[in-house]
């Protein structure tokens, strides 16, 4: 998937703040998708859709413990958010030296 794809996808997928607090709680540690849903104080479908969107980014994957098939734990996966990181970076690098270039510019006039 190029770098561009992968992006849009993290960024659509982070757009929604129910997802972006699946993000935060998972950061904290892999979770089973029915606390998510607890926590978040949605219902399991809702939830279902939520963490479909965050697998289909990239952003989170599934694993299901060995005790039992049916339960699916979520973990973050941090190759997506080396991408925004970057795409980040690179944004900074840009802005910063627009804003020099400019301050340079009014301080040259004053």
């Known amino acids: 998937m190029a770098a561009s794809v992968a992006l849009d996808q993290t ?3 982070l757009a929604d703040p129910h997802r972006r607090r699946v993000v935060d709680l998972l950061a904290e540690r892999p ?5 998510l ?3 978040l104080e949605i219902s399991a479908p809702a ?5 479909r969107t965050l697998r289909a ?8 413990p060995e005790f039992d098939a049916r ?6 996966r941090p190759e997506p958010m080396v991408h925004l990181l970057r795409w980040l970076e690179e944004s900074e690098r840009l802005w910063s ?3 020099l270039a400019f301050k340079a510019h009014i301080e040259k006039g004053a």
Not at 57 to 64: A, Q, T
């Open 11 to 13: 960024l659509a997928a």
């Open 71 to 76: 339960v699916r734990i979520y973990a973050l």
């Open 31 to 35: 979770r089973a998708a029915g606390e």
């Open 97 to 99: 030296a627009q804003l």
């Open 57 to 64: 980014s990239g952003l989170v994957e599934e694993s299901h």
């Open 47 to 51: 939830m279902s859709r939520h963490l």
């Open 37 to 39: 849903a607890r926590e």
